[in-house]
């Protein structure tokens, strides 16, 4: 009400208001370069979130699960070919990547909370993570895997005998990586038992 | 009979060693480690799969000079086995965190030969 008494229209009203001013194809360009900067600029800060730098900003992965992968063959090997976090942490294609991304904001909860600010708290909170993450890629058919690893892209002859074996087994049991591969780049919790390895014991 | 203190004093010792020796294993560790790099997928404790079971490693070489030393071997040179089918094929290097940390390597080949019926 306070707008119709006013000399200046208010903001909806301005919205709204065709302009007098302005062509409809000059809004519209301007519009059209306008959206590449807006999802340019999204684009660009949303990977700039899936870089190792970004990872490792944070303590608590860089003196715990960064450490551990620093050791392993997707941080070093023969051919020096890395796979970064997000490689396998996060889906390459848009829209389940948009969707990690949501659920992982919830990590900024745990961060200003410090659930696992200590190496102890990390280690008591382990298991459930992995759980979590491993059960993300169970789903997934380990599709961050699938982005560089293929069943039947490996070769009888160059992979050594006994792990084609049990990857041809997996195939035709309908396996996927995370079934067999959990810990491949970071410590195991402790006490964990890879299924079907359960012993008489 | 004057042997005796003696006798009784080398088997005191040679007790307190064996207990202390089996009482150096972090049972738990190896477990951990054995399950880290795989080892479980073509071992079983006591069930030979792909590979022999750890007992039969263990009844093979316990008690014999050198034992451990054979299946640190096995576990870090990549040494030739011998498959089912008759054909060879290099064993896994076991990989440790940090990078060959021989406590933990020694540690798992003190649990393999540890293993009884």
Redo the contacts between chains.
Sequence with gaps: MANQNSDKPGWWALLRRPSAKYSLLGIMVAGFFGGILFWGGFNTGMEATNTMTFCISCHEMRDNVYK?YQ??IHYSNRTGVRATCSDCHVPKDWTHKIIRKVQASYEIWGKITGKIDTPEKFEANRMAMAEREWARMKASDSIECRNCHNFDAMSQELQ???PY??HMEAKAAGQTCID??Q?IAH??P?????PG?E??? | MKQLPATLATAVVAMVFSTSALATIDV?AAK?LT??N?C???H????DK?GPSFLKTAERLRGKAGAEEEVLKHLTSGKKIK?ADG?T??HKIV?T???KDMAQMKNLAKYILSIQP
């Design positions: 551990e050791y392993t050594k005998k006994i074996k049990k067999c591969h810990g410590k195991l402790k006490g964990f038992k890879k390895t012993e008489e014991e | 738990e951990d399950q880290q795989n479980m997928q073509c079983g404790v006591k069930k792909d498959l054909s094929e290099e990989k965190i940090p990078p």
